[in-house]
């Protein structure tokens, strides 16, 4: 697949290398593109990059140096007893033959984890010997990479002059890289893969609808995706996998910290680390009411936030031995049977992050523009899947999330009460919105708006 989207990102880095020496932080979850990103950046400018892996500091150590013989002739003649040497030969040589980089070292967490001592090398070699190169320092850890630069105590904290935290690929490229017009077929897709540029890379590269791709990717005991979320696990540094366990409840349907405490037979009061390392992962959300805060609210929800992960945890893993065995045509009635709630839940994700960029319809955007959408819920009161104020606070918008728009959905959003409402937000001016796959083919009741998948993708 070709390389896709990450202007921004690509000019952020673009103006590292303009400003001549300084260090750049990239980091993301696994499989977010980050790599891609930084090869075409280092293609660009002629710059070398250097990915490390699991092997002894030693060793990391000689592949580095072989890197760094394509600018620096000579440079993998020696051996280097630590990284201090190694980085002091660097800069000196560095300086000698006037390169200024720009140098990616990639999994940085691996580096660490053989060699405890290289933050605070790497600290004093940047504000002492490599002033004129421009760095970059780059990871898939989420725990460790921001633990390296973004705490307050971390050798490297205050340092990079650009820090890029990598999203997934937004929404409105779907088309593009699966070749689709339909926006129907676009939502599908991005239900099953997400935002994830490699798992996209491998579904774009099969025929058949998203069930069929499901199938031969996640499904199949065979597939490439089959244990995706355990590798994920596995590869965080440190390993994560003492966090499997909150990831198995979560997707058996436990979203209250009681409810996930309960199913795993502990306290209540030990979940709080492990749901911080699923947050920091990406691939937890921690959902709460609209106009609570999100640091005092007691109802909060817990929710697998990345549609792959979320589709495993309610395809494969409670079903690894059915899986085994099963035939094509057992393994598609699983997916058609659990297919439209994994949908609906993506499209509801898809629709509230849209909002803030939404400029259709026109009375949208007159009231506009939004904050941010959140669910709302209390008790046995009826739930509503979107509510957002506007940015002057003079407008709320209550929304609706179908899959398939029918007159009765409309219906029952034009006569439902609002919510109980923050004191600020009483008596303001309050829109209704159903927001649904595809057009409806009845006439929408008066007082309600149609926001179809085709608005959402424009602006995603």
């Known amino acids: 697949m070709r390389f896709l989207d990450r202007e921004q990102e690509m000019g952020r880095l673009d103006g ?36 490390a892996d699991q092997s002894a500091a030693e060793v990391q150590r000689s ?20 990284w201090r040497v190694l980085l002091t030969r660097l800069s000196r040589e560095a300086r000698a ?62 340092r990079a002059s650009v820090l890029l935290d990598l999203p997934p690929l937004p929404a409105s490229l779907l088309g593009t890289a699966f070749g689709l017009r339909d926006p129907a077929a676009c939502v599908a897709q991005l239900a099953a893969w ?3 540029p490699r798992y996209w890379e491998l579904a ?13 990717l996640v499904l199949d005991p065979l597939g490439p995706l089959h244990r995706e979320p355990d590798r994920l696990i596995i590869e965080e540094v440190p390993s994560a996998m003492e966090v499997r366990p909150v990831l198995d409840a979560i997707g058996g349907g436990a979203h209250r910290v009681s409810a996930i405490g309960s199913r795993l037979g502990r306290p209540a009061t030990s979940m709080a680390r492990p749901l911080q390392r699923l947050q920091g992962m990406g691939l937890v959300a921690r959902d709460v009411p609209f106009g609570e805060s999100e640091k005092s609210s007691r109802r909060g929800l817990y929710r697998i936030s990345d549609p792959l992960t979320r589709l495993w945890f309610r395809l494969v ?49 007159e009231a506009g523009p939004w904050g941010p959408a959140h669910r709302w819920w209390r008790g046995q009161e009826p739930e509503w899947d979107l509510v ?26 034009a006569r439902l009460d609002p919510p109980p409402l923050p004191p600020k937000l009483r008596n303001k001016r309050i829109l209704r919105a159903l927001f649904t796959v595809e ?10 708006l149609l926001v179809t998948a085709a608005d959402i993708l424009r602006e995603t």
């Open 63 to 82: 592949y580095f140096a072989e890197t760094l013989a394509a600018r620096l002739p000579g440079f993998a003649d020696v051996s280097y007893p630590d």
């Open 97 to 158: 033959e006037s390169w200024k980089g720009p140098l990616v070292l990639d999994e940085l967490p691996y580096l660490v984890q053989s060699a405890p001592e290289l933050p605070a090398v790497l600290q004093r070699w940047i504000d002492h010997e490599a002033q004129d190169l421009v760095i970059v320092l780059a990871g898939s850890s989420q725990h460790m990479m921001q633990g390296l630069v973004l705490d307050g105590g971390a050798p490297l904290y205050g």
């Open 317 to 365: 893993a409670p079903h690894r031995g059915p899986l085994a065995t099963a035939s094509a045509k057992g393994r598609r009635q699983l997916f058609d049977r659990h297919w439209p709630g994994l949908a609906a839940v993506a499209w509801e994700d898809l629709c509230r992050q849209a909002l803030p960029k939404l400029t259709t319809p026109e009375a949208l955007r």
């Open 16 to 51: 590292l290398k303009e400003a001549g020496g300084a260090l750049g932080v990239v980091f993301g979850r696994r499989r977010v593109g980050k790599t891609r990103l930084l090869v075409e950046w280092v293609k660009r400018h002629r710059g070398l990059y250097f990915v």
């Open 388 to 413: 957002a104020a506007s940015l002057d606070g003079q407008a709320v918008l209550l929304g609706e999330v179908k899959l398939s728009g029918r007159r009765k959905h409309a219906e029952r959003l």
């Open 194 to 196: 997400g935002g994830i």
């Open 204 to 216: 774009a590269g099969l025929k058949g609808d998203v069930a069929e791709r499901v199938d031969q």
């Open 439 to 448: 057009p409806m083919k009845e006439k929408v009741p008066r007082g309600v």
